[in-house]
């Protein structure tokens, strides 16, 4: 079982330096996944808005394995996730309020089909299929 290190432990001050903005725009922010297989840090950026996160990692052509995105959501809400638009294969890693993972879903390149936890979530985090 995987369990995701709380993502409110690592909570970005909301004016990001120039060096923790990703070329996006989106604040970048440590995120560390620990599993039985050790501590599993990545960078990721932080989508916030409704704008941020509809955009998410579409027409990205490649996704380096230690970076990925994360969506936020407070308070906790049931969300879905597509793949329109979206060029690479990703992980989806679904984040409960108390950091543990609800759901892992590995989304298909331009797929229109809804990707969920079935519960509420505290936040999605994306990353390179496969690697979760």
Same mark, same amino acid.
Request: aromatic share 6%.
């Given at each position: 079982?995987?369990?995701a290190?709380?993502? =409110?432990?690592? *909570? #970005? &001050?909301p004016?990001? =330096?120039a060096?923790? *903005?990703?070329? =996006?725009g989106?604040?970048q %922010? $440590?995120? +560390?996944? !620990?599993?039985?297989s050790?501590a599993?840090? /990545? *960078? %990721?950026?932080?989508?916030? +808005? #409704?704008?941020?996160?509809? &955009?998410?990692?579409?027409?990205? &052509?490649?996704? #380096?394995?230690?970076?990925?995105?994360?969506f $936020? /959501?407070?308070? #906790?809400?049931?969300? =879905? /996730?597509?793949?329109?638009n &979206?060029?690479?294969?990703?992980?989806?890693?679904f984040? !409960?309020d108390d950091?543990s993972?609800?759901r892992?879903a *590995?989304? !298909?390149?331009?797929?229109?089909?809804a990707v969920?936890? @079935?519960? $509420?979530?505290?936040? %999605?985090?994306?990353?390179?299929? @496969?690697?979760?």
């Amino acid at each position: 079982m995987i369990a995701a290190a709380a993502c =409110s432990a690592q *909570t #970005p &001050t909301p004016a990001p =330096s120039a060096d923790e *903005t990703a070329q =996006s725009g989106l604040q970048q %922010v $440590p995120l +560390t996944i !620990r599993a039985a297989s050790g501590a599993h840090p /990545f *960078t %990721v950026e932080v989508a916030r +808005t #409704p704008e941020e996160q509809a &955009t998410g990692l579409m027409y990205r &052509t490649s996704l #380096p394995g230690n970076r990925g995105m994360i969506f $936020p /959501f407070d308070p #906790p809400q049931d969300v =879905s /996730f597509w793949m329109k638009n &979206t060029l690479i294969p990703l992980d989806m890693i679904f984040i !409960r309020d108390d950091g543990s993972i609800a759901r892992i879903a *590995t989304a !298909r390149p331009q797929s229109l089909d809804a990707v969920g936890a @079935g519960e $509420p979530i505290a936040a %999605v985090l994306e990353i390179r299929g @496969g690697r979760a």
